[in-house]
């Protein structure tokens, strides 16, 4: 009876070997999304110090905003290339803490030259489209955020559906009030972006990768 017992729950050599497959499967994934919940605090900060200043700039100091157009390009370009080398650099370096040896090695270069070419888009993509001009600089951020949500978009495709939740909920944060709330849509769109990252970010810790 004993023998049936463990003959009954013993693993069949192919069972053990998906299993194995299964858990370096999974451990694979969280170095790849190791750092992802830092990374989406660190785009909800950059977003939304990058929508209240320009919201700032036009209530406030009208008259030099009306007299220098192009203001709001330098400043984007500050801060997403500061929020896409912060998560190339993030993802890179939380990417080898998860193991040692070639595969996190492997895993983190794949994190930062991912990111690095979704900084690369935010910036060939608006110069493709002819917006580095005074007249197209205010259609720039629409442009990078789209680029940013779309990366967190494919990225949570590919290793966990939280991040493409949250790239989602950038975009509905960014587009919805930017055509709905009117004058006051930096400001809602800034709140918006900090529920969705701090939400994400708070989901992303509970599930037990950093």
Do not use: C
């Not at 320009?54 to 406030?60: G, K, W």
């Not at 006051?184 to 037990?208: D, E, H, M, Q």
Request: charged share 10%.
């Amino acid at each position: 009876m004993q023998r049936s017992d463990r003959e009954g729950g013993a693993l069949t050599p192919q069972e053990s070997w998906q299993a194995i497959h299964a858990t370096l499967d999974r451990a694979r994934s969280s170095m790849y999304v190791a750092g992802t919940s830092t990374i989406l605090l660190l785009w909800g900060v950059i977003a939304s110090v990058g929508l209240i200043s320009s919201y700032a700039l036009e209530s406030f100091a009208p008259n030099f905003t009306s007299h220098n157009p192009w203001i709001s390009a330098p400043l984007w370009g500050v801060l997403v290339t500061l929020g896409m080398v912060g998560s190339a650099v993030i993802g890179y370096r939380a990417g080898g803490k998860g193991a040692d040896g070639p595969t996190a090695q492997s895993v983190g270069i794949r994190v930062f030259l991912y990111w690095l070419a979704v900084v690369a888009a935010a910036f060939l993509v608006p110069a493709a489209a002819g917006m580095w001009t005074e007249e197209a600089t205010d259609k720039i951020p629409h442009v990078t955020v789209g680029i940013v949500a779309l990366g967190h978009i494919l990225f949570g495709i590919m290793h966990r559906p939280i991040v493409a939740a949250a790239g989602a909920g950038i975009a509905v944060a960014y587009y919805v009030p930017s055509y709905l709330a009117g004058d006051a849509a930096p400001v809602v769109t800034a709140v918006g972006f900090l529920v969705v990252v701090a939400l994400s970010a708070a989901w992303i810790r509970k599930s037990g990768v950093l």
